[in-house]
C-alpha cells in the first residue's frame, strides 16, 4: 500500500532556530496537507498545498507540494516555545475515492 | 467553517464488551468521512474512510467495522473488544481538508 516517510522522526533545537521537515513516498498524491498535534488532542490542520510546485505560507510557517507530486516540506522560521509538538504530513489520493494517509510525524522540541 | 464532534472523550471497557464511538459533522455536506488509530502519541494508522453513505472503505483487517447512516455521521463499531483495540481512536472529516475531532481515548482492560 501507499506509504509516506517522514523525517526527521524527531528533532531538538534552540528556540530561534528554523526548522524543517519533509515527507516522501513513491505514489502521487493529488493534496498535501500538514498537521499539528499536541497532547492528547486532535491534529490541527495548518497548510493545504493542491497543486504540484505549489508554496504556501501561514505565519512562520512555509510548505510546498514537490514538483514530482511524490514529496512535500514544511519549514517553521524563527521556532518558538509553543512550536512544541508533533508535525504530520498527509497526502490524498482521488482516485481512491479520496483515501488520506499520514506520514509517521515529526517530534518537534523547542529549549528556550 | 467544519467542525468534527466525537464522543465520549475517554473510555475504559472491558475485554469482550462491545463498542460503539460516533462522529457527526457540522459545516459541510457529503463530506470525505475517517477513522484513525493511533498508537503512543505517534502514526495515524487509517482504519475505515467513507464517501458517501453506505460506502466503507476499509483499510486493516481487524476487530473494528464502521457504518455511515446518514451523511454527516459515521461509527466505529467492535461486538467484542481485545486488549489490543486500547488506543487513541481520532475522527476526521470534510474534502479535500480534512478537519480532526478531539479524539476518544479507549482503554480495554
Known amino acids: 500500500g501507499q506509504q509516506l516517510n517522514q523525517s526527521p522522526q524527531s528533532m531538538f533545537i534552540q528556540e530561534g532556530e528554523d526548522v524543517s521537515m519533509n515527507c516522501t513516498s513513491s505514489?502521487?498524491?493529488?493534496?498535501w496537507l500538514w498537521y499539528k498535534q499536541d497532547p492528547g488532542e486532535g491534529p490541527v490542520l495548518l497548510i493545504a498545498l493542491y497543486k504540484a510546485g505549489e508554496l504556501t505560507s501561514n505565519g512562520r510557517l512555509t510548505a510546498q507540494f514537490g514538483i514530482t507530486r511524490k514529496d512535500s516540506f514544511l519549514n517553521i522560521s524563527a521556532s518558538i516555545p509553543s512550536d512544541v509538538g508533533i508535525y504530520f504530513c498527509?497526502?490524498?489520493?482521488?482516485?481512491?475515492?479520496?483515501?488520506?494517509?499520514f506520514g509517521q510525524g515529526t517530534e518537534l522540541s523547542v529549549k528556550p | 467553517s467544519q467542525t468534527i464532534h466525537q464522543w465520549p472523550a475517554t473510555l475504559v471497557q472491558p475485554v469482550g464488551s462491545p463498542l460503539s464511538l460516533e462522529c457527526t459533522v457540522e459545516?459541510?455536506?457529503?463530506?470525505?468521512l475517517y477513522w484513525y488509530r493511533q498508537a503512543a502519541g505517534r502514526g495515524l494508522q487509517l482504519l475505515f474512510y467513507s464517501v458517501g453513505i453506505g460506502q466503507i472503505s476499509s483499510e486493516v483487517p481487524q476487530n473494528l467495522s464502521a457504518s455511515r447512516p446518514q451523511d454527516r455521521q459515521f461509527i466505529l463499531s467492535s461486538k467484542k473488544l481485545l486488549l489490543s483495540d486500547s488506543g487513541f481512536y481520532l475522527c476526521?472529516?470534510?474534502?479535500?481538508?480534512?478537519?480532526f475531532g478531539q479524539g476518544t481515548r479507549l482503554t480495554v482492560v
Open positions: 476526521a472529516g470534510a474534502f479535500p481538508e480534512a478537519f
Open positions: 505514489s502521487i498524491f493529488n493534496t
Open positions: 459545516g459541510t455536506s457529503n463530506p470525505n
Open positions: 498527509a497526502g490524498l489520493l482521488y482516485n481512491q475515492g479520496g483515501k488520506l494517509i
